[in-house]
């Protein structure tokens, strides 16, 4: 099984870029499906942006298209999640997930989590 870990949340200003890191561990990296998730207070958690194995192909949610990259280093068994131009609506717990299988975009399609990172944009 694998364990994944984010870091790199904060507090940021409007404007802003952050990239956050998920490092995973107990298992061959290459062979999952990678993918950021956020959960804002009060609501669902919803899907980013996730990459494949190789992380040439990948794929978004429609409303952090051009703002948001994900990429993976599979030597580091690490995926990154670049946000740029960052906004208050942006405040969310972040968490990683990864999944055994091709890109997915529902929760319940990825088998394991990290524990979260806070991002915390201000205004």
């Known amino acids: 099984q694998v364990q994944l870990v984010e870091s790199g949340g904060g507090l940021v200003q409007a404007g802003d870029s952050l990239r956050l890191s998920c490092a995973a561990s107990?298992?061959?990296?290459?062979?999952?499906?990678m993918g950021w998730f956020r959960q804002a207070p009060g609501k669902e958690r919803e899907f980013l942006a996730a990459?494949?194995?190789?992380?040439?192909?990948?794929y978004y949610a429609d409303f952090v298209k051009g703002r948001f990259t994900i990429s993976r280093d599979n030597a580091k068994n690490t995926v990154y999640l670049q946000m740029n131009n960052m906004e208050p609506e942006d405040t969310a717990v972040y968490y990683c997930?990864?999944?055994?299988?091709?890109?997915?975009?529902?929760?319940?399609?990825?088998?394991?989590w990290g524990q979260g990172t806070q991002v915390t944009v201000s205004s």
């Open positions: 997930a990864a999944r055994q299988g091709w890109l997915a975009r529902t929760t319940n399609d990825y088998g394991y």
């Open positions: 107990g298992g061959t990296f290459s062979f999952y499906t």
């Open positions: 990459a494949a194995w190789n992380g040439e192909t990948t």
